[in-house]
């Protein structure tokens, strides 16, 4: 049984493709007019199954829908799903949540927190399970910056227990606890990273003897190898910054440029997933402590030769891990600019739009410059074990070693993923070079634009001395 989030598809698509998995439930709720069938059947479409439906052309028929909603008592799952869940499911993956760095508390908390304890009070009940695996992130305890592969329930300011008590307390009057809000998180600094604390501290104290292990990553980004290479399908964290810069639209960020980047490859991240499921699933149920495997990368390279055809500007990247200097550049670098494209849009008589767009934009940015200026490191011991514990077949066929990872190779790939699957630009030899054909007037009138503003400073300078 599988709950939906972004790597979820990744996951589903290996189960498919490397294993002889029989049945695949699926928690996911209606969205957008489509029903939980309709939803599943749209996968067919995405790219990073086309790989999987030439080789097997019915695979899906093993994929079940269970209509559910974390928000929703016990999950929103009827008792025939349920009954059906309890009778059959052998391996649990429970990762869905809201990534919302801003959604209101009880938001976040129903989703991220109850929700995780209301699947392992299901777990307990389902006869054939062997192992647990709950999806967490390397940053749920982001207050320090050093993360070893143990529980932190001593950074939170109240127990989840005692958190959930006073949810469910005051019931409908969600403005009043939302209100408590800053108390609540004291030292965190979202509601995302403060729910999935507590969800592991429900893990720690509520799991009992299900086999349960937790599974840490950092920034999930675009896949290695498989099975396509360079896929990716969202915009968040250090991929909208790359996005934005890639366009030419974002000039300056709050980076700081010594801080170790904490960021996987999605299909790291599954065979991670799959093989923690393993050594949870072969290890003896009782046991102290759960097993926790922080993912994490050990160095990392960049290079950039894939332009873009539909960039706005030459791309460049001014950063700063200095909050107020950010601020004074994004008038320079963003607003005015903006303002005279509005300007031109105005006497052309178009609607302007790039104010707009950078207010948005300084928006997002504010949201994650908390991890975009400062640092963090994460011990992987649990991780290396499993790698080393692993046949050199199995190695092979869930790779996950990040020592091993050439970096600039991947980010050579990611950045053509990129412009292929994000910003939907045919990765052919024409289309690549028509881009650098433009990236090279950009060059042009952005060396012209920087001579005349300096030929500009130095009169000014001048004419004030």
């Not at 790219?47 to 559910?68: C, H, S």
């Not at 958190?163 to 469910?168: E, F, I, K, S």
């Not at 990236?439 to 001579?451: D, E, N, P, T, W």
């Amino acid at each position: 049984m599988i709950r939906f989030d972004f790597e979820t598809l990744v996951i589903i698509e290996k189960l498919l493709r490397a294993t002889e998995v029989k049945r695949i439930y699926v928690l996911i709720r209606p969205k957008r007019g489509k029903d939980t069938q309709e939803r599943i059947a749209g996968w067919k479409t995405n790219p990073i199954i086309e790989v999987l439906l030439k080789a097997k052309p019915n695979i899906f028929e093993r994929v079940v829908a269970i209509e559910g909603d974390c928000k929703e008592p016990d999950l929103g799952i009827s008792p025939t799903d349920r009954d059906l869940l309890t009778q059959q499911v052998e391996l649990v993956l429970h990762g869905a949540a809201t990534v919302n760095f801003t959604e209101p508390l009880h938001v976040a908390l129903d989703i991220n927190t109850r929700a995780t304890h209301q699947m392992l009070q299901l777990a307990k009940q389902m006869h054939r399970l062997v192992a647990f695996v709950h999806v967490s992130t390397a940053f749920s305890n982001c207050v320090i910056h050093h993360n070893t592969e143990r529980y932190y329930p001593e950074h939170l300011s109240c127990s989840a227990e005692k958190v959930l008590a006073l949810r469910q307390m005051l019931g409908k009057d969600t403005d009043l606890f939302d209100k408590m809000a800053p108390v609540l998180l004291d030292r965190f600094p979202n509601t995302y990273t403060y729910t999935k604390a507590l969800a592991e501290q429900l893990v720690q104290t509520e799991a009992g003897d299900l086999p349960v292990c937790i599974f840490r990553p950092v920034s999930i980004v675009a896949t290695n190898k498989e099975p396509i290479s360079g896929w990716v399908d969202n915009i968040y964290g250090p991929i909208a910054i790359l996005h934005g810069a890639l366009y030419g639209v974002l000039r300056v960020a709050p980076v700081n440029l010594k801080a170790k980047s904490n960021i996987v490859p999605v299909d790291g991240c599954a065979n991670l997933v799959l093989s923690c499921a393993w050594r949870t699933a072969v290890e003896p149920v009782q046991r102290k402590e759960q097993s926790i495997y922080n993912y994490a990368p050990s160095d990392e390279n960049s290079r950039h030769d894939y332009p873009i055809a539909q960039a706005k500007w030459y791309p460049f990247l001014h950063s700063t891990n200095i909050p107020w200097l950010f601020k004074l550049a994004t008038i320079f670098y963003h607003l005015l600019p903006a303002y005279m494209v509005d300007l031109y849009l105005r006497l052309r008589g178009q609607k302007p739009r790039m104010v707009a767009i950078y207010q948005k934009i300084h928006r997002n940015m504010d949201v994650i410059q908390h991890f975009m200026i400062n640092n963090w490191s994460f011990e992987t011991l649990s991780t290396d074990r499993l790698w080393e514990s692993m046949s050199a077949v199995d190695q092979q066929l869930f790779e996950f070693d990040m020592k091993s990872l050439n970096w600039n190779s991947y980010f050579q790939r990611a950045l053509l993923g990129m412009r292929t699957y994000l910003c939907k630009e045919d990765p052919t030899k024409e289309s690549i070079e028509l881009g650098r054909k433009k990236m090279k007037r950009f060059l042009i009138l952005h060396r012209f634009l920087q001579f005349s503003l300096s030929c500009v400073g130095i009169g000014i300078v001048r004419w004030l001395i």
